[in-house]
């Protein structure tokens, strides 16, 4: 069934259709012989506990709908656009193999390894998206993001735990500011920016808006990393609450990851941007 987003997410300076997939679950793992998965996504939407709908994916091994290897904004001929800068992104997923460059499709053999990346330059992204009309302004949207040159990966190789990769930056320059007015990497609420994603720890939480007073619109996870189980599963203490496990072989990163609560009544609630995972199987990988 083909997902129709009626909350205008982005808007798109080229005529070609976005490239989708329906899939349970959040980049659940595919079932092979070999134990490994790569999957990445530009952007994805939908619900914690229904389905997720990847926009920009690319997945080894392939799956009918989406391509493994590599994919890019130039070679779809799409460029995404909220009113201000073209966007631009590419996509990498490779199983028994990893890449030789930082962009570009050349690889080398890695027998056992799932590697994947994605990068995201010049994005404004929000469940219900309302631009400014100024095309410099910050957008208008309850709670949104805008990513400038961020990049997620992850790689999972045999008889090593699960890597991870995040960054945000300025043409691979980092600057901070106290109140994050000058970074091109912020979150957003009604058109004033309220976090700097690149200066933010691994895995915050940031409740929008902060002021307890008053209901909230959103909850925003940034620079999320998360280690799973073999079967994409979150790890977790003797609780069930989350746990960082630093032997885990398998895990996802996003650079954000927004639970709208305002919204719950949509076909979903959940939007991520820059979405890296990689499943390794040790049982089958290291032998």
């Not at 050349?106 to 929000?126: C, E, F, R």
């Not at 993001?145 to 930056?169: E, I, R």
């Not at 007073?213 to 999320?224: H, L, Q, R, S, W």
């Not at 072989?249 to 650079?255: A, E, L, R």
Request: aromatic share 8%; net charge negative; charged share 15%.
């Amino acid at each position: 069934m083909r997902h129709c987003i009626s909350l205008s997410i982005l808007l798109f300076a080229s005529a070609v259709t976005l490239a989708e997939t329906e899939v349970p679950g959040w980049g659940g793992p595919i079932a092979n012989d070999k134990g490994i998965e790569a999957l990445g996504w530009v952007l994805g939407f939908g619900s914690q506990s229904d389905k997720i709908y990847q926009y920009f994916a690319a997945v080894s091994p392939a799956r009918p709908t989406t391509p493994e290897g590599l994919i890019s904004s130039d070679m779809l001929g799409s460029r995404l656009s909220s009113g201000g800068p073209v966007s631009t992104f590419t996509v990498r997923a490779y199983t028994d193999k990893i890449p030789t460059t930082t962009t570009g499709p050349a690889t080398t053999p890695a027998n056992g390894t799932a590697s994947v990346d994605v990068t995201i330059q010049n994005m404004n992204a929000a469940p219900n998206y309302i631009r400014h009309r100024d095309p410099t302004g910050v957008q208008l949207s309850p709670v949104g993001a805008h990513l400038h040159n961020c990049f997620a990966g992850a790689l999972a190789s045999p008889g090593k735990p699960v890597k991870f990769v995040t960054s945000c930056s300025d043409n691979g320059s980092y600057y901070f500011s106290s109140d994050g007015s000058d970074s091109p990497n912020y979150i957003s609420s009604y058109g004033s920016k309220v976090a700097d994603i690149s200066a933010t720890a691994v895995n915050t939480a940031l409740r929008i808006p902060e002021d307890l007073t008053k209901p909230a619109i959103a909850t925003v996870y940034i620079n999320e990393q998360i280690t799973t189980d073999i079967h994409g599963n979150p790890t977790t203490d003797e609780y069930g609450r989350y746990k960082f496990d630093p032997t885990a072989t398998s895990g996802y990163v996003n650079i954000v990851r927004i639970v709208s609560s305002a919204y719950s009544n949509t076909p979903g609630n959940v939007l991520t941007l820059d979405h890296a995972a990689v499943i390794r199987d040790p049982a089958l990988t290291d032998k």
